[in-house]
């Protein structure tokens, strides 16, 4: 099966800009999407953006949208997500996860994740 490895984490100041990767081995599937999750201590795991592997649709969720991106590279079997303007509310593990649900902001309908990596944004 396809596995999935997070990578990109780290500290930066608020405002600042972060690029977190995830690399999948094995086969992608066509039919697949690409989701990119984040949670913190004592919350739920919440959507943040996904992409269509092979049409290249995204979607993203509304406190996100117009300061993240999501991206694929399908030579390198990697989706990216950049990510600016950073908040401190922002400060969570960032988790990639792939399913083949059009419920693409419900993490509960995704059949792999990645192990997470840690964003931190300071004030």
């Known amino acids: 099966q396809v596995q999935l490895v997070e990578s990109g984490g780290g500290l930066v100041q608020a405002g600042g800009s972060l690029s977190v990767s995830c690399a999948a081995s094995?086969?992608?599937?066509?039919?697949?999407?690409m989701g990119w999750f984040r949670q913190v201590p004592g919350k739920e795991r919440e959507f943040v953006a996904a992409i269509n592997w092979s049409g290249g649709s995204t979607y993203y969720a509304d406190l996100v949208k117009g300061r993240f991106t999501i991206s694929r590279d399908t030579g390198k079997n990697t989706v990216y997500l950049q990510m600016n303007s950073l908040k401190p509310d922002d400060t969570a593990v960032y988790y990639c996860a792939a399913g083949s649900t059009v419920l693409v902001r419900n993490p509960a309908a995704y059949d792999l994740w990645g192990q997470g990596t840690q964003v931190t944004v300071s004030s």
């Open positions: 094995g086969r992608t599937f066509r039919n697949y999407v």
